[in-house]
């Protein structure tokens, strides 16, 4: 009898081991999200809310919040182009734009500076305020969220196919 009540307490702990396993592997930043997030940020792909929404819970669970028109990730431990990001902001269904978002711990000036010298991509300034809106040929922006750099890529949601052509 104690055999047996041993062997099922053995049994629990693997159990609970592999299900802290999946959890804690589900948690780490994965090794393409450089190439994945950075790619879609930077506009150079097909903006698409629900694969960043997969792509997201996928690799570091359920947003936090909704809130804004966006689901809201916490990314404790990612990095792009040198810098922490903090937050991913993937837009829910409520806009009329598909958008993917970061918050990174830079300045706007520092995070351009970064993608400049790592992807070659440009930005130009395309107003004159004090807190200028950066943008790249492609439609990236780089924005300034407090004393932090906001870095999104926004596209128009393609309309339905009108019922003629279906």
Known sequence: MAAKAVRGARAFLVLAGAVLAGTTAAAA?????GTVLGNGLLCRDET????????MVRFFGQPYKREGGAYWFRTPEATLWGFPIREVIVSDESWPYSF???LADATPEKLEAAITAQDGVRYAKIDRSRYP???????????YANRQAKIYCAKFKPLPLPPALR
């Open 100 to 102: 993917v978002g970061a």
């Open 133 to 143: 809106v950066r943008e790249t040929r492609t439609g990236g922006r780089i924005v």
């Open 48 to 55: 698409s809310n629900r694969y960043y929404f997969d792509y």
């Open 29 to 33: 930043v994965p090794t393409h999200f």
